[in-house]
């Protein structure tokens, strides 16, 4: 016969009261009680304060990372979206790659050891389901981005807990609480990109490199570098007023809804996943920056595809260059397949993604939400932010390494690749890319050492910067 289970006994308020079990062992050799989930919501709430005290504590000695995994009861979390900034220099990009070096991988171990994540949850990010806005491939920069996961967020102080044990490149500016359903990635309406642009792109094609296309064989050609004389030059350069029209022109064309399959790689895209939305396309006034001119480029769009900004960038500097006219973009949206060269991913920041659709969605339909999903409470951090680390380093990088002006020369050495570029707008058969056709390889640059050429290999076959939700 069963033995009959003793029931707790209800007070005279009706109310059970807390249930507790014998002592446990613990990994140290102490004892500790084991709370069942019967216990009041008073003794919870202690509870919960106790620990956050503990945690603090923990973190604050540098014990927090070397706790060992508890059974106790686990501190809340709440989904919440975080708001962060980065410098991409010196990262494989943003999203968590295993043996490469990620802005994901520095913000979940500072999560962690701050204490926004416990020990349980530490071995994985999925465990949270860790959740970005945009990703960014490497060396692109994100002035905002948006991070959604499942965090600890009872201390006050966890924010500047973070950022203590983040690289001065990457900060946190705040969090939002969120609803239990909200994902960065899939209810982010759009995103916002800014491209800054060194003018001497614009400059008349030279003549040295279209000599040695014209007398060099493919294969034994070397992109030249500029010497410093040359460099100074190019770098004194002022856009003139006709060709700044031309250029706003230009990227006045991409507005609206277009298909922007010569805008991607080809694997995967096809007529029916190659078409997107872009709001607005902006040039800016030029501005003086270390003695050169450059150009501020933003644009907004629904999502991007893989490379579809920079190739976006790269095919009006050709134009330009070549004077090829206006007309040659609209037969470029659809039709046949060409190569689109990227510019350099240098200039590509990530200024913010945007919310608005669930940012207008009333508070009844947002339980547990605190508030906006939005960077404007932190636009002078940012600000500081941007300048200091992303375009300080564009600028400086540009004029220590001439990265612009090597990745101008490398299309004019190979012009082979770019027939469609011509004064009259038209595509000729030789600049139609055939599918399953492997591209010519580039010889390599002067003194290119085995590690740049797997570097570059490295590059070109990991993911892009603009990749989003609805991408491929």
Known sequence: MAEEQTQPTANVSGSVPPVKEPEVSTPDGGKRKRYIRA??????????????????????????????????????????????GFCGSDYQGMQANEGARTIEGELFKALCEAGAVSADNSTDQKKVQLQRAARTDK?????????????????????????QRLPAQIRVWGFVRVVRSFNAKTMCDSRVYEYLLPTYTFMEPSK???????????????????????????????APKEVLEFVKDAFGKYKGTHDFRNFTVTKGCTENNSKRYIHWFDVSEPMIING???????????????????????????????????????????????????????GLLLERPVFDGYNKRPDSD??????????????????EFRQKFIYDTITKTELDEAVFDNWVMSTEVFPEQYTYINKEGIIPESAIVVPGQEARPRPRRPNAGISTLAADKKTAESSE???DSNDL
Not at 213 to 238: N, W
Not at 317 to 346: H, Q, T
């Open 366 to 383: 947002k339980p547990g939400s605190s508030g906006k999903v939005s960077f404007e409470p932190y636009e002078k951090e940012i600000g």
């Open 292 to 346: 050169s001119e450059w150009l501020s480029l933003k644009v907004k769009g629904q999502s991007f595809m893989l490379h579809q900004i920079r190739k976006m960038v790269g095919l009006v500097i050709l134009m330009v260059r070549a004077g090829a006219p206006l007309s040659l973009m609209d037969k470029l949206f659809g039709g046949s397949r060409v190569n689109i060269p990227k510019a350099p991913g240098l």
């Open 208 to 238: 040295k490199c279209m000599e040695l296309a014209r007398t060099v064989p493919f294969e034994e050609r070397e992109i030249p570098v500029s010497s410093d004389e040359e460099m100074q030059r190019k770098r004194d350069y002022r």
């Open 139 to 163: 060396g692109v920069h994100a002035a905002g981005q948006v991070v959604s996961l499942k965090m600890i967020i009872e201390d006050p102080m966890i924010v500047e807990k973070i950022n």
């Open 465 to 467: 910067d603009e990749q």
């Open 39 to 84: 216990q009041t919501g008073k003794d919870r709430r202690e509870y919960v304060k106790r620990k956050i005290k503990e945690r603090s504590e923990e973190v604050n000695d540098g014990t927090a990372s070397n706790r060992p995994e508890s059974s106790e009861p686990r501190l809340p979390k709440r989904r919440a979206a975080l708001l962060i």
